[in-house]
């Protein structure tokens, strides 16, 4: 099984750069990998997806070295408004082999 | 934008009962997922369809079955509800395999 894991919590403040990994050590061939962000009382809501090297969008970019038995989401210069739960998710549906980890909870002060 | 619509916010139903829960996407969406969220466990896949009439298991489809007639709308039933399927429920879809899913924004369904 495509098993994710990631830091449970991490603390920022404004303005800084943050950047959450998550390790996915059995990660398979056709595996994509895409990162949510959820607020409280909304479902998860996409970032980022990515497969290999780097990919950059409006929000965030995503780095996966070679091995690709991680990856680190980085979100450049948080703001108050970037408080949530941040998930990781490994694998393509279809082999039922795609799991959602526990997410991250990451909390931007002022 | 990718829109998927859950029937209810909130859910208040007794032990026993027969529930229904709708979940709708107007993107002609092949695939249609359901998870339960829990504090500490993330998100854990029920059942997933990719096509219509098509059902596959995730991890946790005890207690659960679904159905999907049309290609916009996908349901989850709980045979017979018990209190240990207190949880929120979220609906998504996806255009294909390695798309994004787009989810709902959820039911909070208590059993009493």
Known sequence: ?110 | DVKVTQSSRYLVKRTGEKVFLECVQDMDHENMFWYRQDPGLGLRLIYFSYDVKMKEKGDIPEGYSVSREKKERFSLILESASTNQTSMYLCASSLTVSQPQHFGDGTRLSIL
């Open chain 1, 1 to 110: 099984l495509a098993k994710t894991t990631q830091p449970i919590s991490m603390d920022s403040y404004e303005g800084q750069e943050v950047n959450i990994t998550c390790s996915h050590n059995n990660i398979a061939t056709n595996d994509y990998i895409t990162w949510y962000q959820q607020f409280p009382s909304q479902g998860p809501r996409f970032i980022i997806q990515g497969y290999k090297t780097k990919v950059t969008n409006e929000v965030a970019s995503l780095f996966i070295p070679a091995d690709r038995k991680s990856s680190t989401l980085s979100l450049p210069r948080v703001s108050l408004s970037d408080t949530a739960v941040y998930y990781c998710l490994v694998g393509v549906y279809n082999n039922n082999d795609m799991r959602f980890g526990a997410g991250t909870r990451l909390t931007v002060k002022p």
